[in-house]
């Protein structure tokens, strides 16, 4: 691992934008590494795009160690993040160290769970121990069926809430945080208000760094995606050079337009 959350966070203190995309298996995760990504993703999304389901919400502990072992086989130079799975960190903080392990024992360097103000404990146990934790707050999609479905979040009243739950989880000692599809605006003040990196999926162009699903940069979901989502095979002669122009793309602050931002 050549990228560590050092890195990551002079990056965010240069004004060079993060890159990270999601990777499931051997073959991806070498690839999208040797194009230079800072960092891969084992997100539980795995549940919708390599199992089919219609949420991650059915994705295991076992389900995600087992693709995170898959990418730490391909990847050598990038920072792999591990994603705790619905039901494998919200019982207590010690279950949430224990399931933390396992991604690690996988291969995950660093975790990320979903929620803010309330995983604040958790954050904090987890960090105690050694272990470098990245929240995500905004969409949670784990609460997809509490939320009513895959919608923007902290507009009016709740952007207040959101901005609490970015500055607690950089108190408890997160490295970093997911912000998924908020207002550009929000995010933007978020991500100058925190010390530590912003990674936007449908967050806009100013958060610290961005994050897609590889199903959907490289436009092979057959389900609807997402608005924020862009399709990098378009005028792209192979998946590397799609790979590669989203980095670009990124770092040139190109990627994402206003047309795949909220306001
Ligand atoms: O599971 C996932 O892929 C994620 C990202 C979309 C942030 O959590
Ligand atoms: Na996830």
Excluded at 41 to 47: E, F, I, K, Q, T
Excluded at 185 to 211: H, M, N, Y
Aim: glycine content about 10%.
């Amino acid at each position: 691992m050549a990228v560590t959350v050092t890195t990551m966070q002079k990056m965010k203190q240069a004004g060079d934008k993060i890159t990270w995309l999601t990777a499931y298996d051997y073959s991806f995760a070498s690839l999208i590494d040797n194009a230079g990504i800072d960092a891969i993703l084992v997100g539980d999304s795995l549940g919708m795009v390599m199992q089919g389901h219609a949420t991650p919400v059915p994705v295991t502990l076992e389900d995600a160690a087992y693709h995170t072992a898959c990418v730490a086989r391909g990847a050598s130079n990038c920072m792999i993040v591990g994603d705790l799975p619905f039901g494998s960190y919200q019982v207590s903080k010690e279950q949430a160290y224990q399931s933390a392990v396992t991604l690690m024992q996988a291969g995950a360097h660093t975790i990320k769970l979903e929620g803010g103000e309330l995983q604040v404990e958790t954050i904090r146990f987890l960090v105690e121990r050694g272990i470098a934790v990245c929240a995500h707050i905004g969409l949670t999609p784990q609460s997809v069926h509490q939320l009513g479905g895959f919608k923007v979040q902290g507009r009016g009243d709740a952007a207040q809430q959101l901005i609490d739950d970015a500055v607690k989880v950089e108190q408890a000692g997160a490295f970093a945080v997911v912000l998924e599809a908020v207002p550009a605006a929000l995010a933007k003040q978020i991500s100058e208000r925190l010390s530590i990196p912003t990674i936007g999926i449908g967050a806009g162009v100013d958060c610290d760094g961005q994050v897609l699903v590889l199903q959907d940069m490289i436009g092979i979901y057959p389900k609807k995606s997402p608005k924020f989502c862009k399709n990098f095979m378009y005028g792209s002669a192979s998946i590397e050079a799609a790979i590669e122009r989203y980095i670009k793309e990124v770092k040139d602050r190109d990627f994402p337009a206003l047309e795949h931002s909220f306001s």
